[in-house]
């Protein structure tokens, strides 16, 4: 008995040690938040925000929104009210030709009553190469409209089109880009193999920055641009002047299959020029002041509206700051007086930057 008893206990099961868990590993290369996916060399971010906004005014505004009344079929003035949520991911990686870059968007918005959903940015770049789902250079370069909720003082060119674009940076103050554009919409989409062209260049020093845009609608075989002056007064106060200028002879030529009726995807204001002043502050509590002015063409006197490209361009803005932003806006306009009001909360995941996070312009 003896005997089997010491058998047994030489028997004794041995239990293997555990394979070491694999963690993720930071990945500081590209800035904060990223981190390698496990087993490749490639970085990595994920991030997003939720917003809700609600906002009543004139509709022309692109705050306002109109509704039929349910028992007399008349027109009433009602809020506009929308929830979004925005995806993005960001992924980076050197290889033997540079880093390599993506970068995504989607929109989920749910909005006076219905779902929508929108992919803003899909696009690859490779050094200053970019190709894909973008937004035009004619508003990315330039800076948009800067740092205000009713950004449309000089309306922006067309945003969603596919992409072929180069962007280089001297790194003496002077940075270019020059891009090839699909354009997008009835009006703006091209409808031959030439591309629509778009070329800019920018200045930046400590006082400030000067940036032009040159836009060609191979379309309608019409030019647009538009130049920005900003100016950092002080610490706390930065103004920009921005000026457009369109041609449109064939834009609202009437015996064109598709006549653009005088905006085409660069040159979306009445008339041939466009201008703005803003006086921006980096406080995120803030009331703007916004005045807008229209210079246009006998043949045009008539008061226009601005037709609105999207449903709405806070999304434009990025947030200095994490955690819960509240911004309000009151803006005054020239033509049919307009006093709109618009109050927005945002909740971000992270820190970003004045375009979209990863852009380079």
Not at 55 to 73: K, L
Not at 126 to 148: M, Q
Request: proline fraction near 4%; charged fraction near 20%.
């Amino acid at each position: 008995m003896g005997a089997v008893t010491g058998a047994r206990a030489a028997d004794a099961v041995t239990v293997a040690e555990p394979e070491p868990a694999e963690y993720v590993k930071i990945c500081d290369v590209y800035g904060a938040g990223y981190f390698y996916i496990p087993g490749t060399e490639t970085c990595l971010r994920i991030g997003g925000y939720v917003r809700w906004d609600a906002s009543a005014g004139e509709e022309g505004s692109y705050n306002g929104r109109r509704a039929v009344d349910h028992e007399d079929g008349s027109i009433n003035d009602t809020w506009h009210k929308k929830a979004r949520f925005t995806l993005r991911t960001w992924t980076g990686q050197e290889t033997e030709l540079g880093t390599l870059k993506t970068y995504t968007d989607t929109r989920f918005n749910y909005s006076d009553g219905s779902n929508s959903s929108s992919l803003n940015f899909a696009w690859i770049q490779l050094g200053g190469l970019r190709v894909g789902k973008d937004e035009s250079a004619f508003d990315t370069f330039i800076g948009y409209a800067g740092n205000v909720i009713n950004d449309t003082l000089v309306p922006y060119g067309g945003f969603d089109t596919n992409v072929v674009q180069y962007y280089f940076d001297a790194g003496n103050g002077f940075s270019a880009v020059v891009s090839l554009e699909e354009g997008s919409g009835t009006v703006g989409t091209i409808d031959s193999s030439v591309p629509h062209v778009v070329g800019g260049v920018k200045y930046t020093e400590g006082w400030g920055a000067i940036t032009g845009v040159v836009a060609y609608d191979s379309n309608y075989e019409e030019v647009a641009g538009k130049v920005r002056l900003d100016v950092n007064a002080t610490e706390a106060l930065a103004l920009f002047i921005m000026a457009g200028y369109g041609t449109d002879d064939n834009l609202n030529d009437p015996t064109y299959a598709i006549p653009a009726g005088d905006r085409g995807f660069y040159k979306q204001w009445g008339g041939n020029w466009a201008c703005g002043v803003v006086p921006p502050t980096p406080s995120t509590r803030r009331l703007h002041s916004t005045c807008k002015c229209r210079m246009m063409k006998p043949k045009s006197l008539a008061l226009r509206r601005t037709s609105p490209t999207r449903s709405s361009r806070v999304s434009r803005l990025r947030p200095k700051l994490t955690g819960l932003i509240t911004t309000t806006t009151a803006t005054v306009t020239t033509g049919p007086a307009s006093l709109l009001a618009r109050a927005t909360l945002s909740a971000v995941s992270s820190a970003s930057s004045a375009r979209s996070e990863g852009s380079k312009h």
